[in-house]
C-alpha cells in the first residue's frame, strides 16, 4: 500500500467504525456473550495469527497461518454475531506486517474481519444455522442436511463481504481504477470459503458435542498444518517470481534498447502454450522461459548491446553467445525445468541455420520453438527508435511466410489463433526516443533471429540483428 493519505485514513476510519457496531454489543452489560467460548476461540485464533504474515493490505491472501479462515468462520457458527466479530480483533491487531504503515494494516486487517465475521455469523443466526448445529436436544448429533445450507450461505456471505472490503481498499489507498480493484476477488476465493466454511462447521459440530472443545482442537491441528504447508509453497513461488523479476530487470538495465521485450515475449508464449493445449505447469514454465530467454545478454559488453549502427563480424558472433550464457545463468535454477533448453535454443532454426548449435525440425526443443515465434512476433510489432512497429497482421503474416524454415508451423499457427480469439495489448513502444521514418531492411541491425544472411529475409528483418 502507498503511503496512508487522507482519503485512505477516513475509509480505515469508516470500516473500523463500523467494526465497533458490529461488536460493542456483545460488551454491554447482561448481552449473555458466551465469555468462556469467545475467550478460548480469540486465544487459538491470536496463536495462528503471531507466526503469520500479511504479504499485502486485502483478505485475498494464500491460505496460511496467517490467514486461518476456518476457525473464523467456526467463531461465526458457535457464537452470536457481535461476539464472533471480536474473536478477529485481537489476533490481527497483532499479527505481524511486512509493509508499512504497519498500524494502519493492522487496523484495517482487523475491521475487516471482524465486520465479515459478523456478517457471515449474522447470516447463519437468520437461516437457523445454531439450532442446526445443537440438533433437537443439547449434545444430540446434528442435523447436517439441514446445516449445511446455513453454512454455506454463511461461508459466501463471508467472501462476498471480504471481496468488496478487499476491492474498496485497493481502490482508494492503491488508487486502482474500480474496474481492476474488483475483478476476480469474489470468484478466485468463493471455493476456498467453501471449503473453509465445511472445516469451520466441522469444527462447530464437535465443538457442541459431548467431546468438547479438546475434540475441535485435534480437528483444528491438521487444518493448521496443511494451511501453513499450502503458505509454504505460495512463499516459494513468489521466491522464484522475485528471482525472474531482479533478472529481468537487470537485463532491462544492461540493454534499454530492449526494455518491456522480455515481459511481452512471455505474454506471447504464454497464448501460444494455452493455444496447443498445454497443462497449467507447463503454461508457467513458458512464461518463464519467454521473461528470461534474453538473460545471456548479462554476458554481452555493454557497448555491443547499445551500439547504433551496423555490426561487425566480430561483434555478432559475441551477440550469438548469449543464449549459451543465459543458460549458464539459469543453470542452477531448478524451478524452471525445460525453460532452460528454451534459453539455449531459441535462436535455432527449423532449417537448420541458426545458433548456437545449429539444431533443425524436431531436434530443436518444444518450449525453444515456442519462444522463437514469441521473440519474434514482438521484436516485429515494437517501436523501436529507428523504427515503426509492425502491425500485428504484418508481423504475423511475416511469420507465416517465414514457417517451415525459420519458425515451427505449429506454433506460428497457435499464436495466431490466440491474436484473434485475445488480441494482443501489450505496449509496443521500446523505448521513449522519438520515432524517426522506418530504415531499410537491414539498417543497421541486421537479420532478425541471427540467422546468416541469405537472399530470403528473416521474421523481423527491419533491424532487429540476434537481439
Request: aromatic share 6%; hydrophobic share 45%; glycine share 12%.
Amino acid at each position: 500500500m502507498r503511503a496512508t493519505h487522507g482519503a485512505a485514513r477516513v475509509h480505515i476510519g469508516a470500516v473500523a467504525l463500523g467494526a465497533a457496531l458490529c461488536a460493542g454489543p456483545a460488551l454491554r452489560p447482561g448481552a449473555g456473550t458466551p465469555w468462556a467460548t469467545l475467550g478460548l476461540l480469540t486465544v487459538l485464533y491470536l496463536g495462528c495469527e503471531l507466526p503469520g504474515r500479511f504479504p499485502f493490505f486485502g483478505g485475498s491472501v494464500p491460505i496460511g497461518a496467517g490467514s486461518f479462515f476456518p476457525l473464523l468462520l467456526a467463531a461465526a457458527f458457535l457464537l452470536p454475531p457481535a461476539a464472533a466479530a471480536l474473536v478477529a480483533i485481537p489476533g490481527s491487531l497483532a499479527g505481524r506486517v511486512d509493509k508499512p504503515p504497519a498500524a494502519a494494516r493492522r487496523i484495517w486487517r482487523a475491521a475487516q474481519l471482524a465486520v465479515t465475521v459478523w456478517a457471515a455469523s449474522c447470516v447463519h443466526a437468520l437461516l437457523g444455522g445454531p439450532a442446526a448445529l445443537g440438533g433437537p436436544a443439547p449434545g444430540s448429533p446434528p442435523d447436517l442436511p439441514y446445516a449445511l445450507l446455513p453454512v454455506c450461505a454463511a461461508a459466501l456471505a463471508f467472501s462476498a463481504v471480504l471481496a468488496a472490503l478487499d476491492g474498496s481498499i485497493l481502490l482508494v489507498a492503491e488508487q486502482l481504477p474500480a474496474r481492476r480493484a474488483w475483478r476476480g476477488l469474489l470468484s478466485r476465493s468463493l471455493g476456498p470459503h467453501l471449503v473453509h466454511g465445511l472445516a469451520g462447521l466441522m469444527m462447530a459440530v464437535l465443538w457442541n458435542s459431548s467431546y468438547g472443545p479438546l475434540a475441535a482442537l485435534f480437528v483444528l491441528l491438521p487444518m493448521y498444518i496443511s494451511c501453513w504447508v499450502f503458505a509454504q509453497y505460495h512463499r516459494e513461488h513468489a521466491a522464484h517470481r522475485a528471482t525472474i523479476r531482479a533478472l529481468v530487470q537487470a537485463v532491462d538495465i544492461k540493454d534499454t534498447y530492449t526494455r518491456g521485450h522480455s515481459e511481452r515475449v512471455g505474454r506471447a508464449s504464454v497464448l501460444i502454450a494455452q493455444e496447443l493445449g498445454m497443462d497449467r505447469e507447463r503454461v508457467e514454465v513458458l512464461r518463464f522461459a519467454g521473461i528470461l530467454h534474453d538473460v545471456g545478454k548479462l554476458g554481452v559488453p555493454t557497448r555491443v548491446l547499445r551500439k547504433e549502427g551496423p555490426l561487425t563480424p566480430e561483434e555478432r558472433r559475441v551477440i550469438e553467445l548469449h543464449p549459451e550464457y543465459g543458460h549458464e545463468i539459469v543453470r542452477g535454477i531448478g524451478f524452471l525445468g525445460e525453460a532452460r533448453a528454451a534459453i539455449l535454443h531459441h535462436h535455432e532454426r527449423l532449417d537448420g541455420s541458426g545458433y548456437p548449435y545449429g539444431l533443425s525440425g524436431r531436434g530443436i526443443p518444444e518450449c525453444a520453438r515456442v519462444v522463437a515465434v514469441a521473440d519474434a512476433f514482438d521484436a516485429m510489432t515494437s517501436t523501436r527508435s529507428y523504427r515503426r512497429g509492425r502491425p500485428v497482421a504484418a508481423a504475423v503474416e511475416e511469420l507465416k511466410r517465414c514457417a517451415g524454415t525459420q519458425f515451427d508451423p505449429q506454433m506460428v499457427r497457435a499464436l495466431a489463433r490466440g491474436l484473434e480469439r485475445y488480441g494482443w495489448f501489450g505496449a509496443v513502444t521500446a523505448d521513449d526516443a522519438q520515432v524517426p521514418p522506418p530504415r531499410d531492411e537491414d539498417g543497421g541491425r541486421g537479420v532478425a533471429a541471427g540467422a546468416p544472411q541469405s537472399p530470403r529475409p528473416s521474421a523481423g528483418t527491419e533491424g532487429e540483428g540476434p537481439r
